[in-house]
């Protein structure tokens, strides 16, 4: 009996040399397991992130090996670090230029609500300014969190609706947050 | 030759007998408080004279004290002899109606950030600093947040109550 | 009238140039940190640029001014995050100078390993970053496992990794592990041969070489102008180390070199960096070898939190630990500056206390702050390949930048 785990097929129609289910599913798991993040390491967390793409903890075996550093090619913008009211222009400047669809994962106490620092110069939480999909906590939260927050996003990549982005409730998340 | 608090302290008075307004001993470090309107010769004499030689600046604040009446601000340079190993501490306090000083970037290239930074933090205006403008806050910000009056937290936050947190 | 071309006298130039503004701006492609270049380029060449900071200004020293010592210890950790026991003991010291209190030995030499540990994991990020930039990934991903190691470390003495709040005004929480000990031992035995292969890929790598000589250069006279500090000042020549021209922390009874350069180049940045974690190691081990018997910490109840066992069984006890966790230790008057050897230099602590339970005022001396201004200086006329090089080899941490 091997210990390697497997996972279970998506549900669909079995056959001779074929396998069909929805397209939905199909694209939700190539989505997931191809993930190209975008590091927007800002301060202690960005470290814990090396820390995580290093060899120990190693982020490249969930599919994001390669990381994008351009907005235009990436699909998760991962906000790690304080962001301060300096900075939170260009972070909405990032999240724009994104195309879809696109997912953002606040990593670290400060990236979620302003952290430690409840100070006149920094953003009480990214939400603020960019929609958020998952947060991370901790501070700065261990590599394997980082992973697990990675993976709750793979579960949303998996599970979300070929047509969500194109549905009238995103678009007024979107205008909510003056991003058109 | 060796430097000492006395020595340090015997040139500062030769030369400048009416600008030192005080000078005592804290912890390790001697301090002497000057009149801000001297500062500039001060500071060049102290950079440019063969035997005391400061050429390392180490440190350039701010300080607000508020109890103070016509001194509120103070500006508080730590100096460093390399050679001689040996530092010290001087003060110079300006008053918060018209925070003005003499910049100290003629004799160290090292205090143009760090008179923006008490610029920012305090409203100190450096006079003969080659770009004067706020380094660590945004730009567009009116006030000068380090003075006492001003609270630490943002006022325009919506979403934590004061009285959870005991302010 | 025509300009002298590198591409020869009969190449026209245009009479008026126009100089292209490019913005390395504050999101890197390399996770150094949020800082903002506006170059002027000519081509590939730099002709001038500006730096804008304050993309992570979280106002420490205004929140230290509402807090009390022990939660101001978990600020100074955020200040340079790679190498964080320094700016918590560092922070420490400057209390125990505050309230006059006497260090016992063992202190020193517990407070002199974890520093140097920290010193190497700081190190290490740096070089490790500077071979990334130039497209050496390999000693990344090695040196890397060694921090791990630094990390599994700390946490045997307080739990976390990062961000350490490490240790106690007057002392240590508890004593050396027996973990503690036998993966330091592991340590100081493997690491020596697996820092020798990474230097091994980087220090007389010919390309590698070719690329970082002569790049970013900055002279001795300039340096000290600039109020430079750490191995930046030392790569340019001059011997300055707050271990050696004021120790404290039984620093004296070390032996230790000084690595210093020459040209004050992006090289001998590198090469400074690469001896020190060398010296580091000496230190460390002298230190092990020979650490003496006595308390983990000093005799100040009023600022080290007793032992838990204590604070269940005896009433005075008790009373410290409440008195302390809720803030009302009032500090005795007056100002002192105390300055460690951070991983990038003197980082200094000043601290003015009007006799209350908060300081009055704390202002934080960082290395990166004052350094970073000589930047633009650094870059002029070199290539903007060059730029980034030298950026990374001044080791310029965020958090320390802006605090």
Request: charged fraction near 25%; glycine fraction near 8%; include cysteine.
């Amino acid at each position: 009996m091997s210990d390697i785990k497997m996972v279970e097929a998506p549900e669909g129609v079995n056959g001779e040399g074929f396998f069909a289910t929805s397209l939905n599913t199909v694209i939700g798991m190539a989505r997931a397991n191809s993930l190209w993040p975008l590091p927007f390491a800002t301060s202690c967390c960005g470290i814990e992130f090396m820390a995580t793409m290093g060899a120990n903890y190693d982020l490249a075996r969930f599919g994001s090996e390669r990381m994008s550093f351009s907005p235009r090619q990436a699909d998760i913008l991962m906000v790690m670090g304080t962001i301060a009211k300096k900075m939170g222009p260009i972070i909405k400047n990032v999240y724009e230029q994104m195309a879809e669809p696109r997912w953002v994962i606040a990593v670290g106490a400060c990236a979620s609500s302003g952290g430690i620092f409840d100070s006149y110069s920094v953003l009480q939480g990214i939400d603020k300014i960019i929609p958020v999909d998952v947060y991370v906590p901790g501070c700065p939260p261990r590599p394997e969190q980082i992973i697990d927050g990675v993976m709750r996003i793979q579960d949303l990549v998996r599970a979300e609706s070929l047509r969500r982005r194109n549905q009238p409730e995103y678009k007024q998340l979107l205008a909510s947050y003056g991003i058109e | 030759m060796e430097l000492t608090n006395e020595i340090v302290l015997k040139r500062l008075q030769d030369k400048f007998p009416d600008a030192i307004e005080g000078h005592n001993m804290a912890y390790d470090f001697m301090n002497v408080e000057f009149k801000a309107e001297m500062i500039s010769e001060v500071l060049g004499f102290l950079k440019n004279d063969p035997e005391l030689n400061f050429m390392y600046l180490t440190d350039l604040c701010g300080v607000h004290m508020p109890a103070q009446t016509g001194k509120e601000i103070g500006v508080v340079y730590h100096l460093h002899n390399l050679e001689e190993n040996y530092r010290f501490r001087l003060k110079a306090w300006v008053p918060e109606s018209n925070p003005e000083i003499a910049s100290a970037t003629p004799f160290w290239l090292a205090a143009n950030w760090m008179e923006r930074e008490t610029y920012d933090f305090y409203g100190v205006r450096f006079i003969g600093h080659p770009n004067l403008k706020r380094i660590l806050n945004v730009d567009h910000m009116e006030i000068f947040p380090m003075l006492k009056q001003y609270p630490l937290e943002d006022t325009t936050r919506e979403d934590k109550e004061d009285r959870f947190f005991g302010r | 009238m025509k300009e002298q071309s590198i591409f020869g006298e009969d190449h026209i130039v245009p009479e008026e140039k126009n100089y292209n503004t490019l913005n390395l701006g504050p999101t890197h492609p390399s996770t150094h940190g949020v800082f903002q270049n506006i170059l002027q380029m000519d081509g590939e060449i730099i002709m001038s640029s500006e730096a804008t900071i304050g993309y992570i200004h979280r106002a420490f020293e205004k929140i230290a001014e509402r807090r009390p010592l022990y939660q101001i210890t978990p600020l100074t950790d955020r200040l340079n995050y790679c190498s964080a026991p320094i700016n918590n003991i560092g922070f420490h010291m400057t209390v125990e100078k505050l309230i006059n209190v006497e260090i016992p030995k063992k202190v020193d030499y517990m407070r002199v390993i974890v520093m140097e540990l920290a010193r190497i994991a700081d190190h290490l990020v740096c070089n490790t970053v500077l071979g990334v930039d130039s497209g050496a990934l390999t000693g990344f991903t090695y040196m890397f496992q060694e921090r791990e190691r630094i990390y599994d470390m700390y946490e045997q003495i307080c739990g976390a990794r990062l961000t350490t709040n490490i240790g106690r005004i007057g002392g240590f929480e508890r004593d050396f592990t027996p973990k503690f000990r036998e993966q330091l031992e592991d340590f100081l035995k493997g690491f020596p041969k697996r820092f020798e292969e990474f230097d091994s890929l980087l220090t007389r790598n010919r390309i590698f070489m070719d690329r970082v000589i002569g790049v970013g250069p900055i002279s001795a006279e300039k340096a000290v102008n600039y109020s430079f500090a750490g191995p930046n000042l030392r790569a340019a020549g001059v011997d300055y180390d707050v271990r050696v021209m004021n120790p404290y922390c039984s620093y004296q009874d070390f032996d230790f070199m000084i690595p210093l350069g020459t040209n004050g180049d992006t090289y001998d940045r590198f090469m400074v960096r690469q001896f020190e974690i060398r010296e580091s190691l000496k230190i460390i081990k002298a230190a092990y070898d020979n650490i003496p018997e006595g308390n983990h910490y000093a005799d100040c109840p009023e600022f080290y939190l007793p032992k838990k066992e204590e604070v269940y069984t005896s009433m005075e006890a008790l009373i410290w630990h409440f008195k302390i966790i809720m803030g009302e230790i009032d500090l005795p008057a007056g100002e002192v500056y105390h300055a460690v050897e951070g991983a990038n230099g003197e980082l200094g602590y000043y601290l003015i206390s009007d006799g209350g339970r908060q300081p009055y005022r704390l202002h934080f001396r960082r290395p990166c702050f004052i350094y970073y201004q000589a930047y633009p200086e650094m870059i002029k006329g070199q290539m903007l390949s060059d730029a980034v090089m030298t950026l990374s080899s001044l080791n310029v941490i965020a958090g320390e930048l802006d605090a």
